[in-house]
């Protein structure tokens, strides 16, 4: 077992940052998991359960647990911080949009990036709040964190929903098949079939076209298939994971390409702009944005997810 190191900070004590606190302890690799809330005694009790949980699973991460004040009260805990997961702010109820949440979660959002970058000024900072394009700007904005220290979290689920729909449809392991998803975390989600492969075989080869289109319909609606069926609250077993896994390779310095919500800076023609796209990622966050060899329809859907996120994250700024 490797030594254990570093402080990881999950802000937001409901299921999206529980599980994710609980993934990143089980990790084993951190010296401290901090998870803190609004809610008075929730992130203390959470992290009283999960330390309770370690002689069980054999982990010795410390959790602590931080009641916070929107005002910065508390946020001392998070003081040395090498990474901060912010996942504050309310999920989705059945039939609202990802952007029916955005004037809500930005004062959430923003409250949270402030209190942040004065407490825990060097960390890596990894957004997962919705609409998700949207908070990880307003993130970058409110922390005047260098743009490569901010990411969002969104490109890893959907793949790995892709990924699921296509190893159920074909009954084959999860494992065998690669998939890709860029662009945005919602309507202009941009599927990328001519990335996909089962056992290293093309899918397009594998599965009818129309049939490839209904599982990337699937995929775009993903997150609302589920709220749907929970009738309250949003996934977090899939998302968690993967913001623990974002979380993991920054810890590790790791150097993997993940499809994740980053600063596009030129790359396929598109500027000035937080987008899904993969990255190769390290201890500072986003070492560069991989470009990957899309279908010209595939590039088109790209170029359009940019200019809706664009329009709605300069709108952002003002809330
Ligand atoms: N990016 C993705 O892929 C993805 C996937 C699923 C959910 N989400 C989003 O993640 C967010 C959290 O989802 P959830 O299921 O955990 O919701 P939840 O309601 O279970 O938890 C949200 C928590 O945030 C806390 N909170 C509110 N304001 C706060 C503040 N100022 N400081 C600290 N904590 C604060 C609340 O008290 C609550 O405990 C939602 O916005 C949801 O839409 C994103």
Not at 12 to 31: P, W
Not at 84 to 110: H, Q
Not at 213 to 240: C, H, I, M, Q, W
Not at 256 to 284: H, K, M, T
Request: charged letters at 20%; one cysteine or more.
């Amino acid at each position: 077992m490797a030594e254990r190191k570093g402080k990881v900070t999950v802000v937001g004590a409901g299921f999206y940052g529980s599980t994710t606190a609980q993934r990143l302890a089980e990790y084993d690799i951190f010296d401290t998991v901090v998870l803190t809330d609004i809610v008075e005694g929730k992130p203390e009790g959470l992290a009283l359960d999960m330390n309770q949980s370690r002689p069980i699973e054999g982990f010795e991460t410390k959790v602590v647990g931080q009641t916070t004040t929107p005002d910065g009260g508390g946020y001392q805990a998070i003081a040395g911080s090498d990474i901060v997961v912010i996942t504050a702010g309310l999920p989705r109820k059945p039939g609202m949009s990802r952007m029916d949440l955005i004037e809500t979660n930005a004062k959430i959002v923003r409250g949270v990036a402030e209190n942040v970058a004065q407490h825990a000024p060097d960390a890596v900072v990894i957004v997962v709040s919705n609409p998700l394009d949207e908070m990880t700007a307003l993130t970058q904005l409110a922390s005047g964190f260098p743009k490569n220290r901010v990411i969002g979290q969104a490109g890893m689920l959907d793949t790995a929903r892709f990924t699921y729909f296509v190893a159920e449809t074909l009954a084959v392991p999860v494992g065998s098949v690669r998939t890709l998803t860029l662009g945005s975390h919602g309507d202009t989600m941009v599927p990328v079939p001519s990335r996909c492969t089962v056992d290293g075989r093309p899918l397009t080869e594998l599965l009818p076209a129309d049939t490839i289109d209904e599982l990337v319909t699937r995929t775009r609606n993903g997150g609302a298939e589920v709220v749907a069926l929970l009738k309250t609250g949003s996934a977090y077993y899939a998302p968690s994971a993967a913001a623990a896994r974002m979380a993991k390779a920054v810890a590790e310095d790791s150097g993997a390409v993940l499809p994740v919500c980053a600063w596009v800076d030129g790359e396929y023609g598109i500027s000035g702009v937080y987008l899904g796209v993969e990255a190769e990622i390290g201890r500072q966050g986003v070492r560069r944005v991989v470009e990957a060899d899309l279908t010209d329809t595939e590039k088109a859907g790209l170029l359009e997810a940019a200019e809706a996120v664009r329009a709605k994250q300069a709108d952002v700024q003002h809330l």
